[in-house]
């Protein structure tokens, strides 16, 4: 009787090959446990079978998001996908096609780094005391944390932009994960930029463009809800653009 934790799968890599300039598939037979992740199995793979088969990885956890890559047709997390979960016998992967492919599975993410950059995603002080002069900390209470802390668990894996409809036709467009982390910061009690921020997503290309899928939602693999994020963004630049000012940190 065959083993019921143990099963001989087909992994399918579809790879970017830059010699010719094309999708390549390789095939690969491995031999899976009930506990064996893609990314165990991929390792493996370039251990014992192909050296040359390139995938970007780091910590193995869950934490990095290095290891995001087009699994069975959905964007996610190699390291946190189990194969047998999967319920296949072939399991196919391919690198995620929201940002330029460097090889096989290796996404090249300066344009993703950018776009969040663009997006001032850090606490912004008013004044020299407020930047370096600050004598004491900026404190905040627990309802206060609790305003943006679901939006705080980004690990930048890219996966709700490659799941994003509009971020993959409209490169312009910042994309959810930029987007989300600017309503993160303008919920931040101690920050000063949100009307800065405001004024800069308030466009077709920021805010506007999203259509409201959900989709970066779902692919999410912390739960982020980027849709939800998006959503009150634009409520609130509604709001500043009839207040002519951003509303109180103090949101109840």
């Known amino acids: 009787m065959a083993d019921k934790y143990l099963r ?8 970017f090959d ?18 064996t992740t893609v990314l165990d199995a991929l390792i493996g793979i370039k251990e014992r079978q192909d050296s040359s088969v390139s995938f970007r990885y780091s910590c193995r956890m869950g934490i990095c998001g290095s290891c995001a890559m087009v699994i069975n047709g959905k964007p996610r997390l190699a390291c946190e996908t189990k194969v047998f979960d999967l319920g296949a016998d072939t399991v196919t992967v391919g690198p995620m096609r929201g940002e ?33 002069n600050s004598k004491t900390e900026s404190g905040q209470t627990g309802e206060e944390r609790d305003f943006y802390l679901p939006f705080a668990e980004c690990i930048k894996c ?24 600017a309503y993160r910061y303008n919920s931040d009690s101690r920050d000063e930029g949100e009307e800065q921020r405001l004024e800069y997503l308030d466009s077709l290309d920021g805010a506007w463009g999203c259509e409201f899928s959900g ?22 630049i509604a709001k500043y653009r009839l207040l002519k000012k951003g509303k109180s940190k103090n949101r109840k």
């Open 100 to 132: 330029p492919i460097l090889k096989d599975l290796v996404t090249d993410f300066d344009d993703f780094f950018e776009k969040h950059r663009e997006v001032f995603p850090w606490l912004i002080k008013r004044g020299k005391k407020g930047r370096f």
């Open 8 to 15: 001989k799968v087909r992994i399918s890599v579809d790879g």
């Open 215 to 236: 989709s970066c939602s779902v692919v999410c693999p912390k739960s982020v809800d980027p849709a939800l994020a998006i959503q009150l963004l634009k409520s609130d």
């Open 158 to 181: 890219g996966l709700c932009v490659d799941a994003c409809p509009v971020a993959n036709t409209n490169k312009k467009f910042l994309g959810p994960q930029a987007l989300a982390q």
């Open 18 to 35: 830059t010699a010719s300039e094309r999708f390549v598939d390789k095939d690969y037979e491995y031999t899976a446990t009930n506990n």
